[in-house]
T-cell receptor
Framework: QQQVKQSPQSLIVQKGGISIINCAYENTAFDYFPWYQQFPGKGPALLIAIRPDVSEKKEGRFTISFNKSAKQFSLHIMDSQPGDSATYFCAAQETSGSRLTFGEGTQLTVNP | NAGVTQTPKFQVLKTGQSMTLQCAQDMNHEYMSWYRQDPGMGLRLIHYSVGAGITDQGEVPNGYNVSRSTTEDFPLRLLSAAPSQTSVYFC????????????FGDGTRLSIL
Protein backbone atom coordinates (compact mmCIF):
# COMPACT_ATOMS: atom_id res chain seq x y z
CA GLN A 1 0.00 0.00 0.00
CA GLN A 2 1.61 3.21 -1.22
CA GLN A 3 0.78 5.98 1.22
CA VAL A 4 2.34 8.64 -1.00
CA LYS A 5 1.43 8.60 -4.68
CA GLN A 6 3.63 10.46 -7.14
CA SER A 7 3.07 11.44 -10.76
CA PRO A 8 4.12 11.44 -13.49
CA GLN A 9 6.47 8.46 -13.57
CA SER A 10 8.59 10.18 -16.20
CA LEU A 11 8.75 13.71 -17.56
CA ILE A 12 10.54 15.28 -20.51
CA VAL A 13 10.94 19.06 -20.56
CA GLN A 14 12.78 21.44 -22.84
CA LYS A 15 15.55 23.62 -21.44
CA GLY A 16 14.06 26.74 -19.92
CA GLY A 17 10.67 25.15 -19.36
CA ILE A 18 8.82 24.43 -16.12
CA SER A 19 8.90 20.93 -14.64
CA ILE A 20 5.99 19.99 -12.37
CA ILE A 21 5.83 16.84 -10.26
CA ASN A 22 2.82 16.05 -8.12
CA CYS A 23 2.31 14.01 -4.96
CA ALA A 24 -0.78 13.03 -2.99
CA TYR A 25 -1.03 11.46 0.44
CA GLU A 26 -3.70 9.82 2.58
CA ASN A 27 -2.34 10.02 6.13
CA THR A 28 -3.46 13.32 7.68
CA ALA A 29 -0.86 12.86 10.42
CA PHE A 30 1.93 13.56 7.92
CA ASP A 31 3.44 16.96 8.69
CA TYR A 32 6.84 17.02 7.04
CA PHE A 33 7.18 16.82 3.26
CA PRO A 34 10.68 16.70 1.76
CA TRP A 35 11.74 16.29 -1.84
CA TYR A 36 14.85 14.30 -2.73
CA GLN A 37 16.90 14.44 -5.94
CA GLN A 38 18.84 11.41 -7.16
CA PHE A 39 21.44 11.28 -9.92
CA PRO A 40 22.37 7.97 -11.58
CA GLY A 41 24.66 5.86 -9.42
CA LYS A 42 24.19 8.09 -6.39
CA GLY A 43 21.99 8.10 -3.35
CA PRO A 44 19.10 10.56 -2.98
CA ALA A 45 19.91 13.99 -1.58
CA LEU A 46 17.52 16.42 0.11
CA LEU A 47 16.45 19.17 -2.28
CA ILE A 48 13.79 21.13 -0.41
CA ALA A 49 11.22 20.46 2.32
CA ILE A 50 7.99 22.02 3.59
CA ARG A 51 5.74 21.81 6.64
CA PRO A 52 1.94 22.23 6.34
CA ASP A 53 1.83 25.58 8.13
CA VAL A 54 2.87 27.26 4.85
CA SER A 55 1.40 26.86 1.38
CA GLU A 56 4.57 27.51 -0.58
CA LYS A 57 8.32 27.41 -0.14
CA LYS A 58 10.83 28.62 -2.68
CA GLU A 59 14.57 27.98 -2.90
CA GLY A 60 16.14 29.34 -6.05
CA ARG A 61 14.48 27.71 -9.06
CA PHE A 62 12.74 25.09 -6.90
CA THR A 63 9.32 25.68 -5.33
CA ILE A 64 7.09 23.41 -3.27
CA SER A 65 3.36 24.15 -3.34
CA PHE A 66 1.27 22.58 -0.59
CA ASN A 67 -2.52 22.11 -0.48
CA LYS A 68 -3.48 20.74 2.93
CA SER A 69 -7.19 20.39 2.23
CA ALA A 70 -6.55 18.39 -0.93
CA LYS A 71 -3.70 16.46 0.68
CA GLN A 72 -1.46 17.25 -2.26
CA PHE A 73 1.90 18.87 -2.76
CA SER A 74 4.00 19.53 -5.82
CA LEU A 75 7.49 20.46 -6.92
CA HIS A 76 7.98 23.13 -9.55
CA ILE A 77 11.35 23.57 -11.25
CA MET A 78 11.50 26.88 -13.06
CA ASP A 79 13.86 27.48 -15.99
CA SER A 80 14.69 23.77 -16.09
CA GLN A 81 18.27 22.93 -17.06
CA PRO A 82 19.87 19.75 -18.45
CA GLY A 83 21.71 19.46 -15.14
CA ASP A 84 18.34 19.03 -13.43
CA SER A 85 17.90 15.70 -15.20
CA ALA A 86 17.54 13.23 -12.35
CA THR A 87 15.00 11.17 -10.47
CA TYR A 88 12.90 13.10 -7.97
CA PHE A 89 11.19 11.59 -4.95
CA CYS A 90 8.59 13.18 -2.76
CA ALA A 91 8.28 11.91 0.80
CA ALA A 92 6.21 12.40 3.94
CA GLN A 93 6.72 11.88 7.64
CA GLU A 94 4.72 12.15 10.87
CA THR A 95 6.09 14.28 13.69
CA SER A 96 5.53 11.45 16.13
CA GLY A 97 6.85 8.77 13.80
CA SER A 98 10.28 7.76 12.72
CA ARG A 99 9.47 6.52 9.23
CA LEU A 100 9.91 8.51 6.05
CA THR A 101 7.49 7.31 3.36
CA PHE A 102 8.59 7.89 -0.24
CA GLY A 103 6.64 8.28 -3.44
CA GLU A 104 7.39 6.12 -6.47
CA GLY A 105 9.76 8.60 -8.08
CA THR A 106 9.74 10.71 -11.26
CA GLN A 107 12.50 10.49 -13.84
CA LEU A 108 13.01 13.98 -15.24
CA THR A 109 14.84 14.57 -18.50
CA VAL A 110 15.59 18.14 -19.57
CA ASN A 111 16.53 18.36 -23.23
CA PRO A 112 19.04 21.02 -24.29
CA ASN B 1 33.95 13.82 6.55
CA ALA B 2 33.15 10.81 4.38
CA GLY B 3 29.41 10.97 5.17
CA VAL B 4 27.65 7.64 4.72
CA THR B 5 29.83 4.86 3.30
CA GLN B 6 28.36 1.66 1.92
CA THR B 7 30.27 -1.45 0.93
CA PRO B 8 30.34 -3.30 -1.34
CA LYS B 9 29.09 -1.23 -4.30
CA PHE B 10 28.14 -4.31 -6.31
CA GLN B 11 27.50 -7.93 -5.35
CA VAL B 12 26.19 -11.04 -7.08
CA LEU B 13 24.91 -13.86 -4.92
CA LYS B 14 23.41 -17.25 -5.50
CA THR B 15 20.03 -18.15 -4.05
CA GLY B 16 20.40 -19.31 -0.47
CA GLN B 17 23.68 -17.54 0.22
CA SER B 18 23.97 -15.08 3.06
CA MET B 19 25.84 -11.82 3.18
CA THR B 20 26.20 -8.57 5.07
CA LEU B 21 25.90 -5.12 3.54
CA GLN B 22 28.03 -2.65 5.46
CA CYS B 23 27.08 0.91 6.33
CA ALA B 24 29.14 3.40 8.29
CA GLN B 25 28.67 7.10 9.02
CA ASP B 26 31.08 9.57 10.57
CA MET B 27 28.61 12.36 11.39
CA ASN B 28 27.66 11.10 14.87
CA HIS B 29 24.08 10.65 13.70
CA GLU B 30 21.70 8.83 16.01
CA TYR B 31 19.23 7.71 13.36
CA MET B 32 20.17 5.19 10.68
CA SER B 33 18.04 3.27 8.24
CA TRP B 34 18.11 0.85 5.33
CA TYR B 35 15.99 1.19 2.20
CA ARG B 36 15.63 -0.84 -0.93
CA GLN B 37 14.94 0.83 -4.26
CA ASP B 38 13.06 -1.00 -6.97
CA PRO B 39 11.80 0.43 -10.29
CA GLY B 40 8.42 2.12 -9.94
CA MET B 41 8.27 1.54 -6.19
CA GLY B 42 10.38 4.34 -4.77
CA LEU B 43 12.40 3.65 -1.65
CA ARG B 44 10.94 1.26 0.90
CA LEU B 45 12.14 1.15 4.47
CA ILE B 46 13.57 -2.20 5.58
CA HIS B 47 14.85 -1.56 9.12
CA TYR B 48 15.85 1.47 11.13
CA SER B 49 17.63 2.39 14.34
CA VAL B 50 17.12 5.45 16.57
CA GLY B 51 20.36 4.82 18.45
CA ALA B 52 22.95 2.23 19.43
CA GLY B 53 21.30 -0.94 20.68
CA ILE B 54 17.85 0.01 19.32
CA THR B 55 16.43 -1.29 16.06
CA ASP B 56 12.96 -1.66 14.62
CA GLN B 57 11.25 -3.00 11.53
CA GLY B 58 10.23 -0.90 8.58
CA GLU B 59 7.85 -1.62 5.75
CA VAL B 60 9.61 -4.65 4.21
CA PRO B 61 11.71 -6.37 6.93
CA ASN B 62 11.26 -10.03 5.98
CA GLY B 63 14.48 -11.80 5.03
CA TYR B 64 16.70 -9.12 6.56
CA ASN B 65 18.39 -8.68 9.91
CA VAL B 66 20.09 -5.67 11.48
CA SER B 67 22.01 -4.77 14.61
CA ARG B 68 23.42 -1.51 15.94
CA SER B 69 26.28 -2.07 18.34
CA THR B 70 27.90 1.33 17.72
CA THR B 71 26.65 4.76 16.67
CA GLU B 72 28.73 4.59 13.48
CA ASP B 73 27.82 1.20 12.01
CA PHE B 74 24.53 -0.31 10.90
CA PRO B 75 25.03 -3.54 8.92
CA LEU B 76 22.22 -5.25 7.02
CA ARG B 77 22.26 -9.04 6.83
CA LEU B 78 20.54 -11.16 4.21
CA LEU B 79 19.93 -14.47 5.89
CA SER B 80 19.18 -16.66 2.85
CA ALA B 81 19.21 -14.65 -0.37
CA ALA B 82 16.24 -14.93 -2.74
CA PRO B 83 15.84 -13.54 -6.28
CA SER B 84 13.14 -11.18 -4.93
CA GLN B 85 15.86 -9.44 -2.95
CA THR B 86 17.60 -8.29 -6.12
CA SER B 87 17.59 -4.53 -5.66
CA VAL B 88 19.63 -1.44 -4.92
CA TYR B 89 20.10 -0.97 -1.20
CA PHE B 90 20.62 2.42 0.40
CA CYS B 91 21.72 3.23 3.90
CA UNK B 92 20.83 6.64 5.35
CA UNK B 93 21.52 8.55 8.53
CA UNK B 94 20.26 11.72 10.18
CA UNK B 95 20.88 13.68 13.35
CA UNK B 96 17.53 12.51 14.66
CA UNK B 97 14.48 10.87 13.14
CA UNK B 98 12.35 13.98 13.49
CA UNK B 99 12.16 16.27 10.48
CA UNK B 100 15.84 16.01 9.72
CA UNK B 101 17.34 15.57 6.26
CA UNK B 102 18.53 12.06 5.71
CA UNK B 103 22.02 11.60 4.27
CA PHE B 104 22.21 8.66 1.91
CA GLY B 105 25.12 6.51 0.86
CA ASP B 106 25.67 5.72 -2.82
CA GLY B 107 24.05 2.31 -2.59
CA THR B 108 24.86 -1.37 -3.00
CA ARG B 109 23.62 -3.00 -6.19
CA LEU B 110 22.74 -6.57 -5.34
CA SER B 111 21.81 -9.34 -7.79
CA ILE B 112 20.55 -12.70 -6.63
CA LEU B 113 20.76 -15.48 -9.21
Amino acid sequence: QQQVKQSPQSLIVQKGGISIINCAYENTAFDYFPWYQQFPGKGPALLIAIRPDVSEKKEGRFTISFNKSAKQFSLHIMDSQPGDSATYFCAAQETSGSRLTFGEGTQLTVNP
Amino acid sequence: NAGVTQTPKFQVLKTGQSMTLQCAQDMNHEYMSWYRQDPGMGLRLIHYSVGAGITDQGEVPNGYNVSRSTTEDFPLRLLSAAPSQTSVYFCASSYSYFNQPQHFGDGTRLSIL
